[in-house]
């Protein structure tokens, strides 16, 4: 568990500059966040994720426990890895697949995050956090996926939270470092974020199938 803990965090980093720079950078920027708030905002992020991994942990312990009733063990592992391994390479450029466009579900989340703005504390970005770690993110739905493939609650949480302290470096240098970061190292740092990824599903999915190949 915890080389697959490492390998998250490793993806958070790596993918931070390379999409999260992209993806929530132009929020901490065009609200010109100090240390305290940027803090805030990102453990507002990290709560979600953690919260979302450990639905995604537990749901694969139900899978996992219904096939070893039918006889067919860790097969959350072996999908979530073979998933992963094509997730993680079209991240980083490698493997070309039609575009999917994730829509956000109107359930009034953009309205509560405007609604949370109009407040003056800077403990609102907390709570503005958590709404937009529920955002479409390409990068943050693999990882779920390796989440899912712990097969646990805590496991799957802790991959989440793994992930996105990983993702922290990004969020606090933003400020400073985001033009630099996005034009110059942006597309190595993702696709070195996909290739952890990668790492990661082939971690799954050897973790899958060692029941029934003998190394």
Same mark, same amino acid.
């Given at each position: 568990m915890d080389g697959i803990l490492f390998i998250?965090?490793?993806?958070? %980093?790596?993918?931070? #500059?390379?999409?999260?720079?992209g993806m929530c950078g132009p929020i901490v920027v065009s609200w010109n966040l100090p240390l305290k708030p940027n803090l805030l905002y990102s453990a507002g992020r990290i709560?979600?994720?953690? #919260?979302v991994g450990g639905l995604m942990g537990l749901t694969g312990s139900f899978v996992n426990t219904a096939?070893?009733?039918?006889? &067919?063990?860790? %097969?959350? @592992?072996?999908?979530?890895? &073979?998933? =992963? &391994?094509?997730?993680?390479?079209?991240?980083?450029g490698l493997l070309p697949l039609p575009a999917v466009r994730l829509?956000?579900?109107d359930l009034g989340l953009l309205r509560a995050a405007r609604a949370v703005m109009e407040t003056e504390s800077d403990w609102k970005f907390y709570p503005l956090g958590v709404l937009l770690g529920f955002l479409p993110c390409g990068l943050s739905y693999t990882v #779920? %996926?390796?989440?899912?493939?712990?097969?646990g609650l805590l496991p799957?949480? @802790?991959? =989440?939270?793994?992930?996105? &302290?990983g993702t922290l470096p990004? =969020? %606090?240098?933003?400020?400073?470092? @985001?033009? #630099?970061?996005?034009?110059? @190292?942006g597309a190595r740092l993702r696709k070195a974020g996909g290739l952890a990824i990668v790492l990661m599903g082939a971690v799954f999915l050897v973790r899958g199938i060692r029941l029934y190949v003998h190394l």
């Open positions: 998250a965090f490793t993806a958070g %980093l790596l993918g931070g #500059f390379g999409h999260c720079v709560t979600t994720y953690a #919260f096939g070893q009733l039918g006889g &067919i063990q860790n %097969l959350v @592992a072996v999908l979530a890895g &073979i998933l =992963m &391994i094509g997730a993680g390479l079209h991240l980083a829509n956000v579900p #779920f %996926l390796s989440a899912a493939g712990t097969g799957g949480m @802790a991959t =989440m939270v793994s992930f996105g &302290i990004a =969020m %606090l240098l933003v400020g400073s470092l @985001a033009s #630099f970061a996005r034009e110059r @190292a």
